[in-house]
């Protein structure tokens, strides 16, 4: 349970080991990581949270969207997974800035953080640029239901960004995203809840706690000019204890384009 009274969606993703917990980014889901897990059965026990409003968690009534509260869903879900620490996190975007959240909250919790791309800024203005009014009105316009699963697949296999990541990740995004309805299938994350979080992404202060976290934290980059990838290498150098890792291939969609890669990653990091 997390505050505001949610009851977090956790997804056992398989595998056998210790404890990973797949943190997702803004608009997505938990399962959209099952392939990451698939790759890592062999070292890990996988689990993915939904943040509130994602996925199978509910967003709360009348809830103004605050990226602090998704830090509390990231900090339930960890406690649940490993209530004696020594956990591994994986964050994709959003996901990342919830995981180091948690971290500050919870000191013992997390062996191992790998944030990719995390949603930390260090000024009003940059904090801003993150979310250019496109971005904003594209979710905002997301179209909300489909006749049919195939038909929301179909769509999103041929538009940007998704028809740059692998077929899986698509299948499952549309698979676990949307629920059947009188029109055939809506999706869990309303667009409007997305565009919000978007919108409000620079307002938490996390970049003024990333000194007091002591977590190993493994920040990742990619190569395009947006902005978590401009900002990560400011975040690896104001945290304790980080390794910042350059992909300039990738972009901020990596770990959906090359799901192996990204597992991979988290292998070589957690050795």
């Excluded at 994350?189 to 409000?200: K, L, N």
């Excluded at 002591?214 to 990560?232: E, L």
């Amino acid at each position: 349970m997390s505050s505001d009274q949610v009851s977090v969606a956790i997804h056992e993703l398989g595998g056998a080991g210790p404890p990973l917990l797949l943190a997702h980014a803004t608009g997505f889901h938990g399962y959209c990581y099952l392939p990451i897990a698939d790759e890592l059965s062999d070292r890990f026990t996988s689990f993915a949270l939904d943040y509130r409003g994602h996925g199978d968690t509910p967003r709360p009534d009348d809830w103004a969207v605050d990226w602090a509260r998704y830090g509390d869903d990231a900090l339930a879900s960890a406690r649940a997974i490993a209530p004696d620490g020594g956990l591994i996190g994986f964050g994709h975007s959003m996901g990342a800035t919830g995981l180091l959240m948690a971290a500050h909250r919870d000191p013992d919790l997390f062996d191992l953080i790998i944030a990719f791309e995390p949603i930390v800024f260090p000024t009003v203005a940059e904090r801003s640029s993150e979310n250019p009014s496109a971005m904003i009105e594209g979710a905002r316009r997301r179209r909300p239901s489909f006749e049919s699963f195939e038909a929301a697949v179909e769509n999103y296999s041929t538009k940007p960004p998704m028809k740059m990541f692998a077929p899986d990740i698509v299948r499952l995004y549309v698979g676990h995203g949307f629920r059947p309805a009188p029109e055939g299938v809506r999706i869990k994350c309303a667009p409007e809840h997305e565009a919000r979080t978007f919108e409000t992404g620079g307002s938490h202060a996390t970049w003024d706690l990333l000194p007091e976290i002591d977590t190993r934290v493994v920040v990742v980059a990619g190569g395009d000019q947006m902005a978590p990838a401009q900002v990560a290498p400011q975040v690896a150098d104001r945290l304790a204890n980080s390794l910042l890792i350059e992909q300039p291939d990738s972009n901020h969609f990596g770990p959906f384009i090359d799901p192996s890669g990204t597992a991979d990653l988290i292998a070589d990091m957690a050795t």
